[in-house]
């Protein structure tokens, strides 16, 4: 069974504007984190940012917003005022804990394309 | 940037050849892993090494070996190689195995290609 589903395999934006890209995931793990890497056409891997299960905040890293909804079990990517540089692949990704071997495991990925 | 170095970037090979994929880092890391992504799938884990000679398998490990002679190497063996391994493959590291919150970084990746 998939154990992150990224449901969008392309998205479009409006450059400035907010784009949001989906992420949920599964596990038993009471202990597990969540991230986000981007990859731009360069093919190098990125670290966007990180929510712990236990945060009670939503993380946030500049203009990238992660929105945790732990009883949907959903990571959501936000991303606020589009670049033309954010066009890329973009992985969510979860981390499980002792049950999980602490493994990094990764979604299929989404493609952004931003339209200037 | 972290310092890791993939060789060879690019690779073609014909089916049923040995390939062997290197990983050096400079960041004297413990943990390392090898990655394949391809499209619909994201990014699998094939092997990763908690140590000098310490490895062990991930999620698609059938057809690929690895070894840790050094803690900055990480050599990833194809014993031969078939169509279905044409893929990206990445390198990464990470500085711990079990605090939740460690990001990896990775390598530039290779692209392999079997004919």
């Known amino acids: 069974a998939q154990k992150i589903t990224q449901t969008q395999p392309g998205m479009f934006v409006q450059e400035k504007e907010a784009v949001t890209l989906d992420c949920t995931y599964d596990?038993?793990?009471?202990?597990?984190?969540l991230f986000w890497y981007k990859q731009p056409s360069s093919g190098e891997m990125i670290f966007l940012i990180y929510?712990?299960?236990?945060?009670?905040q939503n993380a946030t890293e500049g203009r990238y917003s992660l929105n945790f909804q732990k009883a949907r079990k959903s990571a959501n990517l936000v991303i606020s005022a589009s670049q033309l540089g954010d066009s890329a692949m973009y992985f969510c990704?979860?981390?499980?804990?002792?049950?999980?071997?602490?493994?990094?495991?990764f979604g299929a990925g989404t493609r952004l394309f931003v339209k200037a | 940037d972290a310092g890791i170095t993939q060789s060879p970037r690019h690779k073609v090979t014909e089916t049923g050849t040995p390939v062997t994929l290197r990983c050096h880092q400079t960041?004297?890391?413990?943990?390392m892993y090898w990655y394949r992504q391809d499209p619909g799938h994201g990014l699998r884990l094939i092997h990763y090494?908690?140590?000098?000679?310490?490895?062990d398998k991930g999620e698609v490990s059938d057809g690929y070996s690895v070894s840790r002679s050094k803690t900055e190497d990480f050599l990833l063996t194809l014993e031969s190689a078939t169509s279905s391994q044409t893929s990206v493959y990445f390198c990464?590291?990470?500085?711990?195995?079990?605090?939740?919150?460690?990001?990896?970084?990775f390598g530039s990746g290779t692209q392999l290609s079997v004919l």
């Open positions: 960041e004297n890391h413990r943990y």
């Open positions: 596990t038993s793990d009471q202990s597990y984190g």
């Open positions: 090494s908690y140590g000098v000679k310490d490895t």
């Open positions: 990704a979860m981390r499980e804990g002792l049950d999980g071997g602490f493994k990094t495991i």
């Open positions: 929510q712990g299960s236990y945060d009670e």
């Open positions: 990464a590291i990470s500085e711990s195995l079990t605090s939740l919150n460690e990001k990896l970084f």
